[in-house]
């Protein structure tokens, strides 16, 4: 990882945690990455085992998002850090509260996955659309985890870019969820839940945006939510 941005410090140990902290971040981030992948996974294959692995992995998330706020409470009592520290600190906080978020969202496709499970035949033929939305959403969130890893923004237009994709795939599915209803009533139940996945992914997108935002902030000490794509391709010029 690039630490030329972390200012080096007469104490070695502070270096020391702000590392550390980092580290568990990406850590957090490429557990929340697996919960995606597995839950997704799980819907397509109708594997409720790997689904209830998903579930199991929550609290693993959970207890991370817990540890790494306890250690930044601790960094801010004790080293009253300022600067590009200090908007690390708080870009880390806002971050792993967007990592715990997605890990709710990815807890529950797998949930989804198990109602669904054996339900449908031939999924894949049935849901493709949804497949590739999660890879899309799959790409924003690991893009922005790179980003953090290199601290290095000048992607974060392109990750930001992908959302659009997104918001436009998700409402074609549901366009096609309510056009199954109405062919047969009989499929409500098992298209809502269908639906929740859908919503559930383009939550994540939006959480891999929100991600990108507080990367900005952290770099550029600018607030940058709230802006249109445009805005910020704007922003990121200047």
């Not at 971040?25 to 819907?43: D, H, Y």
């Not at 000048?154 to 795939?169: A, P, Y």
Request: some cysteine.
């Amino acid at each position: 990882m690039d630490n030329s941005k972390i200012g080096q410090h007469i104490s070695g140990q502070f270096n020391k945690e702000l590392e550390d902290v980092r580290n568990k971040v990406l850590t957090m981030g490429g557990l929340v990455e697996q919960q995606i992948e597995l839950a997704v996974s799980a819907f397509a294959t109708g594997d409720m085992e790997m689904a209830e692995l998903v579930i199991k992995q929550d609290n693993q998330v959970d207890a991370l998002e817990m540890a790494i706020d306890q250690e930044c409470m601790q960094i801010l009592a004790l080293r009253q850090p300022a600067a590009f520290d200090l908007r690390l600190l708080i870009t880390v906080i806002k971050v792993v509260n967007e990592l715990e978020r997605v890990g709710d969202m990815a807890e529950r496709i797998a949930e989804m996955a198990i109602q669904l499970a054996g339900a449908d035949s031939n999924k894949h033929d049935q849901y493709y659309e949804l497949e590739h939305m999660a890879e899309l959403v799959q790409e924003m969130l690991h893009g922005a985890l790179d980003v953090f890893a290199r601290m290095n923004i000048e992607g974060v237009t392109t990750i930001t870019g992908l959302d659009e994709n997104v918001d436009r795939e998700y409402g074609s599915i549901i366009r096609q969820l309510i056009t199954k209803m109405m062919e047969d009533p009989r499929n409500i139940t098992r298209m809502l839940d269908v639906l929740w996945i859908a919503r559930s992914l383009e939550r994540i997108g939006d959480h891999a945006c929100n991600v990108c935002e507080h990367l900005v902030y952290m770099v550029k000490g600018e607030d940058v939510r709230h802006l249109t794509q445009e805005e910020l391709e704007r922003k990121m010029k200047q």
